[in-house]
């Protein structure tokens, strides 16, 4: 431990990446730790981007999330984004959740769009509820905001629905406005019908007002008459 500290100290970048590889090889998780921290407070952007790279190749599950710790108390938005990236190629299920408490923890809301992108654009439904569900306990409007136009703008309609059925359980008016409009504007008539269905379902009479003034300001005549069956199915029963 002490070798490992000297070698930090001393700033010999050739020795650091020896001293990486036999830790890791050698897979002493306090040691690691130890060589993670030294690197961390070094603040050299190369051996943090080497020790990075030994971490992900090495495959050690618990290893990562120490190191993702380490860079989130760091702040650098830099190797956040680098650690994000690694964590998203590496395809590991459990280090991407792991991955995401710590930015939903952290608070920094540049890396939670980041980390939105990443998942919207990997095209992992589970991980997408998972990040989703985040999202909505969180509370945080903007983020909602920023997420219902991640899953439009994806146009993957299984994630739409389950943004959907989410906003609507939580009864967040804003952002069920906000849904209606995206559905509206996508022009995804079978999304429409969906939402239709949902905001009925929902009993909310105001909801029911908005949806319905979209639809006439829309003009289409199909959904028109689509949202008059629901109201009137919904009269009947």
Known sequence: MIFVRHVMEEGNGDMAVVVMEQVMEEGNVDMAVVLMEQVMEDGNVHMEAVLMEQVMEDGNVHMEAVLMEQVMKDGNVHMEAVVMEQVMEDGNVHMKVVLMEQVMEDGNVHMKVVLMEHVIEEGNVHMEVVLMEHVMEEGNVHMEVVIVEQVMEEGNVCMEVV??????????????VVIVEQVMEEG?????????????????????????EQVMEDGNVH???VLMEQVMGKGGR
Do not use: I
């Not at 943004?163 to 069920?176: A, R, S």
């Open 223 to 225: 959904m028109e008459a």
């Open 163 to 176: 943004l959907m059925e989410h906003v609507m359980e939580e009864g967040n008016v804003h952002m069920e």
């Open 188 to 212: 995804n008539v079978h999304m429409e019908v969906v939402l239709m269905e949902q905001v009925m379902e929902d009993s909310n009479v105001r909801m029911e007002v908005v949806l319905m």
